[in-house]
């Protein structure tokens, strides 16, 4: 079936580091990609998302391209702050049942001043 | 605009007794959502509502899950009787429905801890 695997954390780093979090996902068809955010004590936030191949997601400095040749939509930013310590997630929806979000398993950011 | 509202936020309760999530979503939003996130792992769907009607209920365990959204608005998400392995955050969520790519807003979740 679908799925999504991401990189494992913690991934630690010191503030103004660039930052890569890797996710690659199996899937038939078109997924929609997404990478949500949940903060400490939040429920999850959607941060960005891609709908079809080479596209771009971006917000907060947060960006992710689409890349259906490899199947990965790993996320960057360029300069990480403390307040970007969260757990991300990566997702897909299926190109058949659009409302339906697969997860992949987190992965912790620790940003250190 | 008012958040996916979910109570109560924490419960603990013993092994074999039962337990009851409510959920309000964004107004307006047609589609329901309840997720599971085990710790450590992602939120799984447990079961989809479009308005007051099923869409997949494929991965909720029947035997001791029930969920309902009567008159397409609220819903609530009972366990009876609740398992050790129950232990969990139950992410409700809600979007407006289905063109691709739709966004799906999560509420801050109901903590689960089963003892």
């Known amino acids: 079936g679908d799925s999504v695997t991401q990189m494992e954390g913690p991934v630690t780093l010191s503030e103004e580091a660039f930052l890569t979090i890797n996710c690659t996902y199996t899937?038939?068809?078109?997924?929609?990609l997404f990478w949500y955010v949940q903060y400490p004590g939040e429920g999850l936030q959607l941060l960005l998302k891609?709908?079809?191949?080479?596209d771009k997601g971006s917000n907060k400095g947060f960006e992710a391209t689409y890349r259906k040749e490899t199947t990965s939509f790993h996320l960057e930013k360029g300069s990480v702050q403390v307040s970007d310590s969260a757990v991300y997630f990566c997702?897909?929806?299926?190109?058949?049942?659009?409302?339906?979000?697969?997860f992949g398993t987190g992965t912790r950011l620790q940003v250190f001043p | 605009e008012a958040g996916v509202a979910q109570s109560p936020r924490y419960k603990i309760i013993e092994k074999r007794q039962s337990v009851a999530f409510w959920c309000n979503p964004i107004s307006g939003h047609a589609t329901l959502y309840w997720y599971q996130q085990i710790l450590g792992q992602g939120p799984k769907l447990l079961i989809q509502f479009q308005n007051n009607g099923v869409v997949d209920d494929s991965q909720l365990p029947k035997d001791r899950f029930s969920a309902e959204r009567l008159k397409g608005v609220d819903s609530t998400l009972k366990i009876q009787p609740a398992k050790l392995e129950d232990s969990a955050v139950y992410l409700c969520a809600s979007s407006s429905s289905g063109s691709s790519g739709n966004t799906i807003y999560f509420g801050e979740g109901s903590w689960l801890t089963v003892v």
């Open positions: 997702a897909l929806t299926q190109s058949y049942n659009t409302d339906k979000l697969i």
């Open positions: 891609a709908t079809k191949a080479d």
């Open positions: 899937a038939t068809g078109y997924p929609s």
